[in-house]
């Protein structure tokens, strides 16, 4: 546990060029997330390690970009509030997932006909989508991608697209949504 002059000693050196330092962060603090993640967030091990993983790296990119100026918390205390969101997204995005047909006790020769009829479904309304997603601009169609299917957090995506601010960020994400439900309707 770090005293608040030495997270900011810390912060300052990264901020200052010395990288490296990243590198002992990450290990002085892996260790304690993975179990709090396990314990009060249920995550598995590998969901723990690999959110804490990137909350590190936005940790670091923060710094680098200049988003990062003053630390108003300890560096724990960011790191594992940038983690949490992550594994909060993460278990969402599995109980969104349904199970398959074996999985949910269902005999797959009962229900041969319906599953066939589903998957013709499926496959019109993936086609037009990605007629619809090719039809919307090229920043719209990566911030969707990046968001829905990558499962990239706002902030990530701000900073990958160079966009001005988080805020603006969910705006265009809402406006391409939009956009893109109007041209799936139409197509």
């Known amino acids: ?9 810390l912060f300052e050196s990264i901020k ?23 314990r009060q967030l249920y995550a598995t091990e590998e969901d723990a390690a ?4 990137d909350a590190v790296i936005a940790f670091y990119k923060n710094i680098v970009s200049g988003r990062l100026q003053v630390l108003t918390c300890s560096i724990r205390t960011y790191l594992f509030s940038i983690g949490k969101r992550l594994v909060y997204r993460r278990n969402h995005q599995r109980q969104r997932e349904l199970p398959t047909d074996h999985e949910a006790g269902v005999n797959p ?3 041969l006909d319906w599953s066939l009829i589903d998957r013709f479904e499926q ?4 086609t037009r989508l990605i007629t619809a997603m090719d039809k919307l601009g090229k920043v719209c169609r990566e911030i969707l991608t990046l968001y ?14 160079d966009l001005p601010s988080d805020g603006a960020t ?3 994400k809402m406006r391409c949504l939009k956009e893109l439900k109007k041209l799936v309707k139409e197509t």
């Open 1 to 9: 546990m770090h005293t608040q002059s030495e997270d900011h000693a």
């Open 16 to 38: 200052n060029g010395r990288y490296e330092l990243i590198d002992e962060l990450y290990l002085g603090h892996r260790n304690a997330f993975v179990t709090y993640a396990q």
């Open 50 to 53: 690999d959110c804490f993983q």
């Open 109 to 111: 020769a009962d229900e």
């Open 123 to 126: 496959e019109h309304d993936r």
């Open 148 to 161: 829905y299917y990558h499962h990239y957090p706002i902030e990530s995506i701000t900073q990958s697209l």
């Open 170 to 172: 969910r705006i265009r």
